[in-house]
Structures are given as structure tokens and as C-alpha cells.
């Protein structure tokens, strides 16, 4: 949980630091912004050390309009919307007078990371931006009250207007935004009441839905420049290969096709549509190098991975003695889990557009790292980052992917060979699908079991799987994070860790580590209920008696799912639990199985995500990550064969539709907690919850993901 | 390299370009049509859809070629201003997450309406199941495709 940031944050005046000169298209007015909190999980998670900056957030311009800087890219998820109900509520503004832009790179402003990941924008922003609107507020009715000459004790505020109480004269925002950024900026100004709020916690609609409903909304794949070339790019097949030598004449000769360059990352085609450079990239003749890796494939890799776990591991977790009470084991439960890489498959395949010009670099990157990727471009194209410009677009989904930001430095490649030419780099569905970074492969080799009156003695897991982020004594906590950090009320417990490298590149992707291992925990979990002979609501209800949270969202769900009442034949329920980011998520899936094929016929999900700002984009978060899990736990796998990847499309990489959906029915447990976050809450839930009930209908574990209908005989 | 003559949301466009390439393409980078979006390249995703002749078509494997002396709409023709019913609903029930497949699905719904004014939740399942959305907004777009259809039959034009 993101610690309480009250007593860190600082608001800045930036207007006096420039910052208000350099905004272009404001008149005179307010701008305002805050210093991070030096407890900034953001920063922390990628490694480096919290610096703090001054950050701006909202300008106010004398045409009253409210321009909400969001330091959050927008996949979705809903920042724009979101970021922005807590800024006016507390600036007690009218929404209709808001303008929302996407934040540009800049370290002094926004903070020396700027990115959208682990479902950390409400939590991180939850109170500097509501701080914001209030000292905004408060500075507006300072200088209200100075120009009317009267105690601002009289004076209130109401939906961009001043209002002074004892005449009912009214002062709009802009005509005193300009008086009021010469203002001290007072410290410590008081926030609201929850009860009186206008838009935090209500289901504000969201600000971008019309631009996407009418197919305005610039996407990075939509981005146009004069003189713009296409470029497509051929990778080494094999990760970590290199081009030994290539013959673009057949390419050149393509009706369009402008160019073919050899860049550090491959062999570039520059036309004059995409399509001709897709045409030409398939002329081409390359020789790769493997490097290696060219007869890696996805057996080799399990085996790898049991070898691994025979080995000694990293000690992630130790409870009571630990593996040394297996012995007391009455009854044991012992069980071998597996999980595939897993693509990200956007809708958006990735892409990003470059120019070079007068030694400097611009970008336009649908990105969830605008720092990363600036760092990625300045590095392409060899321009000091300080001399790098990102344009953040909109993203056509992330889900983890659009944290790596290598396109950005394909693309400053290109653009460095053809300066003053701008470049549009299109990634294919099977490049996006080939050259992705993916949710790591993983295999559990859990040992464990329960006394002889059915209470868990013992449980130990041995986790190999590749790491990546921060890897600390051993033990990368994206690799068991869901099993390290599990609730359960178990004596012993012992997790390790087995690092299991690849050749395979590996990152986040939605949920993170929680995705496979919440299948595998909850699933195992499940199974030791079975073996106690007991009801899997009542053991782990019995096993989370200190974690209140955690067994009131069980409970909710098994209530509102109809736990234990009958289901027509053939159908049975299974569920799951989970905290992660900072929020408490179970679901109950109820499944049938017919002529050997599997439904999922209804979903229940139950989660408290502590003060929550907007409950319809909550709700749709909600039935989001599940239905992306979804995807994963019945369908998702990418195999390596000769150290490439076989999927490249939907076809062989297919995804939930429409036609396999089932009834959602999503719930919010109202609370006054720090927020959680929603955008990964229930990922992880969904296939233990089918593996469960999977189990209930017919006596068969489903053990590997995905759980496919083939499995079942 | 050909020059195809066709028909735009009712404005007549003439391109010169080698008459296999897909519409798709001929729509965002000569044109300058950006609503109809990249997706998969192989009519698997649904991203692209247009309507030619007023039936979805998937533009990523319709060569320009083929629609020469034909209407197309895509999602810049349904409306100016998000009045279209589908639109309307769209935006009404905020669909779009990400939004990026949206313009298909709403131009694959909009097929669909044309040809059944009030579909079941099958008859949805079985026109919009070519239409991935990895958002997840399925369940939205169910409920968006039933409320356009009451849009339309209040009198919405469509």
C-alpha cells in the first residue's frame, strides 16, 4: 500500500519558476503542481532512487478553462477521467471547463519516472492531486477576497465560481486566476469532508469516449507528419540474433519502397506507405546469426526449469521450520504446476515516430514509459535525452508492454539514417507477437500437506521461473509474488526461489507475477481443502481469520454467487481470493462441462479497492482484467521452438470473444481505505476460480495452463 | 501502379497505387483515414471494418482493386458529432476503453443493425465474434448494440 503522503507533499507555485510562460495556448492565469512524496513506490519499483520535483498539474486560464496536466498516459485505464475527479472536487470547478492533455517528459516537473504501471496512478495521486485543487481553491478565494476587500471567511466556492456570501456577488475562476498565481501558496490546506463530495466516488462519465466512438482519437499508429516515410523493421527470429549479411536489391525494387538500411536492430524498409514497406521487407533475403539459441525450445525449457528446482533456491519465504516440517505431515498434498509465456497482444500493435532535426530528436510514442522511452530514443539516435521530445498518443492497450520502450529506440535508429525525414515505425501483429517481451514461463513444484484432523501442517514451494525488474538476494519478487506473500494462516511454509533464465525476453504483464501464481496458489489451496475432506469456502475461511479484508471479499462473493446452492446438473462453482496492488479481489466462476467442452457461465467479482474514485470505470477495470485472464487461463500459450516464437497471429494465438463470455456481475466494497489499485485486481482470479470449479464438476486438477477443452478428457 | 476511383463516406476519391494493396492501407496512409485501425493484418481481429456496399468488410485483406466503383463508409461516415445511434449508444454507455478496436466494432454493429434492427444477444454473438477487443469491453458492447437498436427505432437516423 502506498504510505500516507499527507505529511511529504509540498505544493510548488510553479508559475513563478516559468513553468506558466512556457505553457503554450493559456492566457494569463494559475498554474499550480506539488512535490512527489518521497515514499514514491513508482520510482522504487524500477530501481531507482526518489528524487523530488517540483510537479505541475492544473492551469487556469482567464477564459476559465481548467487545463488537467495528467501525469498519467491513458491505455484505458481512465486517468484522464479519474486523475481529473480528484483535482475538481477539491478545486471545486466545473467539469465541463476541464481540459485534459497528456504530461510531456519533464524530469523537473513530473518526476524522474514517469510511467503507467502496477495500477499505481490512484494510488499514487490519490492526495497530491486532490492537494492541488484545494490550495488552488485557496489561493482563488485569497485573491478574491483581496479584491473585493473583504474577510474570505465569507466567501465560498461553487463550480468555478467565487461566491461572496454576504451580497451574492460572484467572481469567476479566470478573472482571478492571474491575481491569484502571485500568491504565497499556503501550506497545509484543509481537504473535504468525503460526504461533500461532488465527483470522487461517483461514476463521472469518461472524458474520452466520444473521440473513440467517432475514430478521432490519435492513437500512436495514427500519427502523420509532412513527408513522413513508413518503415517496417526485419528482427533477428531467433532473440539476441544479428543480421551477418543481407541482399535488399529485390526490396528496392518494390513500387513504393524508398530505402533499406541496416540498423543496429535489423534491416529497416522506408516507403512511402506501410504497405509497400511491408512488401519490400518480404524481398528481402537476410542470413541471421542465432546467437546460440537456435534449438532452444519449450520442452527444453521445463526441463530446465525442474532441474532448476532439484537445485538449492533463494529462501523468499520462511514460516515456523519451514520445509523441515514436511515430516509432521499426516496426509500429504504434493502437486507440479506449470504456466506458458504469454504474449501481451494489444490491440495496437506497437509502432512510434521519429524526426531528426538541428541535433535534436522528437517522438511520438504510444507508451506506458515516457521516460524510458526517451531514454530508448536518445540512445537510437545518439541526441542527448535532454535533447529528446516525447509525444505521448494515445495507446491502443498496454497490459505491461508498453512499459519496455525498444520501439522508441528502432524507430530513432531509422530516423538517424534519414535526418530531417520523419519516420513512422509499424510493428506487424507478428512482429508485436514475435518480438514481444512476455510474461515469463514458470513451473511450482509445491510439497505439503495437513495433520490427521485436516489442518495444514506444512506448505513449500519451489518457483523456477526467469526474473526480471529487481532481483535482491537472490529472489526476483515478480517470479513469487502470489505465492511468497499469500494469507493463509499455514504454520510452516517455505518459499524459494530457483532463477531460470532464458534467452526469452521477459517483463510485466498485467498483474505481473500474480498472473500464474495466484493460479497456482489459489488451485493449491483448493486442493488441500479436497484432501481435508473440507468445503473450499470454509477452509480458507478458516485460514484467513486474521486478514479481514481478505475474508470479507471471500464471504461477499460466496454470498452474492449463491455459494452451496444447487446449480443445474452437470454445473459447479470454484473460487478464488486475492491481495494484490494494494487491493483485495474474489471472484466465484461457475463452469459446465458438455461433450468434453468447457463454459464459463457466469463470473462474480467481488473487490475492495479501498476509497474508490470512480465505480463505473472501477467496474469496467473489473471485468476487464478478468476477461484478460480470461484469456490466458483457457487459451493463452507461447511456445518456443528453434528459439523463436510459433504463435504470430490471433489464429494461433486466439483470445476471448464475445461468444465465449459469461455473465459478469462485478461488485465494490465500499470502504474509506487508501486506494487500491483496479487495473490488475482481477487477473490473477479468474483461472484458479475455473480450475476450481473445474474440479468440482469433475474430479480432474487442471494443473498447466491454459486449461484447454482437450484437457478435460 | 493503377489508378481505382471509389467512393468515400459519398465523396468520390481516385488513388494511384498498385491496385493489390489493401484498403486499409489506401484509407490511412493515402488518404489520411486514420478512424479504420491496423489490427492483425489477416482478417483476424475485426480493427479494420469498413462497410463496402453497405456490408462489413474487413479492409486489412480487401484489396483497393476490388471496391473500385464502389461506396465505402467507414467510421468517419457514420456521423460528424457522434449523433449516429451506434455512436450515440457507444458514447452514452461509455464503451471504449483503450478504444482502438472500436471503430470496427462499432462499424461491424452497425452492419449488423442495418440487416436486423432488433438482434438477440446470439445474433450479436454470432456477427460480432470476428470482433476482438482485448479491453474486455464485450458486455458493454452487448448492452451499447441493444440500446442503438431503441435509439434507432426512436427514430435516430442510421
Keep these: 500500500m502506498a504510505k ?184 497545509n490546506v484543509a481537504l473535504k469532508d468525503p460526504k461533500d463530495y461532488r465527483f ?38 531467433v532473440f539476441g540474433g544479428k543480421a551477418m549479411s543481407f541482399d535488399a536489391s529485390k526490396a528496392k525494387a518494390v513500387p513504393g ?116 522511452a526517451r531514454d530508448s530514443a536518445a540512445r537510437g539516435s545518439g541526441i542527448d535525452k535532454e535533447k529528446v521530445t516525447i509525444n505521448s498518443t494515445f495507446m491502443g492497450g498496454g497490459f505491461g508492454r508498453r512499459g519496455a520502450t525498444e520501439y522508441a529506440q528502432e524507430v530513432a535508429e531509422i530516423a538517424k539514417a534519414v535526418p530531417g525525414t520523419p519516420v513512422k515505425l509499424v510493428w506487424s501483429r507478428e512482429d508485436d507477437m514475435q518480438h514481444d517481451l512476455y510474461r515469463p514461463a514458470s513451473y511450482v513444484k509445491f510439497e505439503g500437506g495437513l495433520d490427521a484432523s485436516g489442518n495444514p501442517v506444512a506448505m513449500t514451494a519451489k518457483v523456477a521461473s526467469p526474473p526480471f525488474g529487481r532481483v535482491e538476494n537472490g529472489i526476483a519478487s515478480t517470479a513469487v509474488e502470489g505465492i511468497h506473500d499469500m494469507h493463509y494462516a499455514i504454520p510452516n511454509v517455505q518459499v524459494d526461489y530457483h532463477l531460470a533464465n532464458t534467452h526469452v525476453p521477459v517483463t510485466y504483464w498485467r498483474s505481473v507475477g500474480y498472473s500464474q501464481n495466484v493460479f497456482f496458489m489459489e488451485s493449491y489451496i483448493d486442493e488441500m481443502a479436497h484432501a481435508a475432506g473440507k468445503d473450499p469456502l470454509e477452509f480458507r475461511r478458516g485460514l484467513l481469520k486474521n486478514t479481514p479484508r481478505m475474508l470479507n471479499v471471500l464471504n461477499l462473493a460466496a454470498e452474492k454467487a449463491g455459494w452451496g446452492k444447487p446449480l443445474p446438473k452437470g454445473h459447479a462453482r470454484g473460487i478464488s481470493v486475492v491481495n494484490n496492488i494494494g487491493s483485495f479481489t474474489a471472484q466465484v466462476a461457475e463452469v459446465s462441462i458438455e461433450k468434453g467442452k468447457l463454459k464459463v457461465h457466469r463470473v462474480v467479482i467481488v473487490s475492495d479497492c479501498g476509497h474508490n474514485v470512480n465505480p463505473a470505470i472501477s467496474r469496467q477495470q473489473a471485468e476487464s482484467g478478468m476477461i484478460y485472464g480470461l484469456s490466458a487461463a483457457l487459451k493463452g500459450a507461447i511456445t518456443i521452438d528453434k528459439g523463436r516464437v510459433q504463435q504470430g497471429n490471433f489464429n494461433s494465438y486466439d483470445v476471448t470473444r464475445i461468444d465465449e463470455m459469461p455473465v459478469i456481475e462485478t461488485y465494490l466494497v465500499p470502504s474509506t481505505e487508501a486506494p487500491g489499485g483496479m487495473g490488475e485486481a482481477s487477473t490473477p482470479g479468474i483461472a484458479p476460480a475455473i480450475g476450481n470449479a473445474i474440479f468440482a464438476a469433475t474430479g480432474k486438477r487442471l494443473r498447466r495452463l491454459p486449461m484447454r477443452n482437450a484437457d478435460l478428457a | 501502379m493503377a489508378s481505382v476511383k471509389f467512393n468515400v463516406n459519398g465523396k468520390s476519391q481516385t488513388v494511384d497505387v498498385v491496385p493489390e494493396m489493401p484498403l486499409l492501407w489506401v484509407l490511412r496512409d493515402v488518404l489520411g483515414m486514420t478512424g479504420t485501425k491496423f489490427g492483425c493484418g489477416a482478417a483476424l481481429c475485426g480493427a479494420c471494418t469498413v462497410h463496402v456496399e453497405g456490408n462489413a468488410v474487413r479492409s486489412c485483406s480487401t484489396p483497393v482493386q476490388n471496391v473500385s466503383g464502389k461506396n465505402v463508409t467507414t467510421i468517419e461516415g457514420l456521423s460528424t458529432d457522434g449523433s449516429h445511434p451506434v455512436q450515440a449508444a457507444w458514447i452514452e454507455l461509455d464503451v471504449p476503453q483503450c478504444g482502438y478496436c472500436q471503430s470496427g466494432q462499432i462499424m461491424q454493429a452497425t452492419a449488423l443493425l442495418n440487416k436486423n434492427s432488433k438482434p438477440s444477444d446470439a445474433d450479436i454473438d454470432e456477427v460480432m465474434r470476428g470482433n476482438i477487443c482485448r479491453c474486455g469491453t ?21
Design chain 1, 200 to 237: 470522487i466516488g461517483k461514476p463521472v462519465k469518461r472524458v474520452d469516449s466520444k473521440i473513440k466512438a467517432m475514430g478521432q482519437a490519435n492513437f500512436g499508429m495514427d500519427t502523420r507528419l509532412p513527408g513522413m516515410l513508413y518503415a517496417v523493421l526485419e528482427r533477428p527470429p
Design chain 2, 138 to 158: 464485450y458486455q458493454d458492447i452487448r448492452k451499447a448494440i441493444h440500446r442503438a437498436s431503441e435509439l434507432k427505432a426512436k427514430g435516430g437516423r442510421g
Design chain 1, 4 to 187: 500516507n503522503t499527507t505529511q511529504s507533499t509540498q505544493i510548488t507555485n510553479v508559475s513563478r519558476r516559468g513553468f506558466f510562460k512556457a505553457a503554450a495556448g493559456v492566457g494569463a492565469g494559475l498554474a499550480l503542481g506539488f512535490t512527489l512524496p518521497e515514499s514514491n513506490q513508482l520510482d522504487a519499483q524500477f530501481g531507482r532512487l526518489p528524487e523530488v520535483h517540483p510537479e505541475a498539474y492544473v492551469k487556469i486560464g482567464a477564459d476559465d478553462t481548467v487545463s488537467f496536466i495528467c501525469p498519467k498516459a491513458e491505455m484505458g485505464q481512465g486517468p484522464l477521467t479519474s486523475l481529473a475527479q480528484l483535482l475538481a472536487d477539491e478545486l471545486d470547478c466545473d467539469w465541463s471547463k476541464i481540459k485534459s492533455e497528456i504530461a510531456p517528459v519533464n524530469p523537473q516537473l513530473y518526476g524522474a519516472v514517469q510511467s503507467v504501471v502496477g495500477s499505481f496512478s490512484i494510488r499514487t495521486y490519490w492526495d497530491p492531486m486532490r492537494r492541488t485543487g484545494a490550495t488552488a481553491r485557496a489561493m482563488l478565494l485569497e485573491a478574491a477576497a483581496q479584491k473585493w476587500g473583504v474577510d474570505k471567511k465569507q466567501l465560498r466556492t461553487e463550480n468555478g465560481f467565487v461566491i461572496n456570501t454576504a451580497n451574492n456577488a460572484r467572481l469567476n475562476y479566470g478573472a482571478i486566476a492571474e491575481a491569484a498565481s502571485k500568491l504565497p501558496v499556503p501550506m
Design chain 1, 257 to 372: 519502397v524508398k530505402d533499406v538500411i541496416q540498423t543496429p536492430s535489423g534491416i529497416a524498409v522506408l516507403a512511402e506507405n506501410t504497405w509497400a514497406a511491408m512488401q519490400g521487407r518480404k524481398a528481402l533475403a537476410v542470413q541471421w546469426d542465432d546467437n546460440g539459441s537456435g534449438s532452444v525450445d519449450s520442452a527444453g525449457i521445463t526441463k530446465m526449469f525442474i532441474e532448476k528446482t532439484q537445485q538449492p533456491g533463494a529462501n523468499a519465504r520462511k514460516e515456523g521450520q519451514g520445509a523441515a516440517a514436511l515430516s509432521q505431515v499426516a496426509k500429504k498434498v504434493d502437486a507440479v504446476y506449470e504456466a506458458p509465456f504469454l504474449s501481451h497482444a494489444p490491440m495496437e500493435p506497437m509502432n512510434c515516430t521519429a524526426v531528426i532535426r538541428d541535433g535534436k530528436c522528437e517522438v511520438w510514442a504510444p507508451t506506458q514509459a515516457q521516460t524510458f
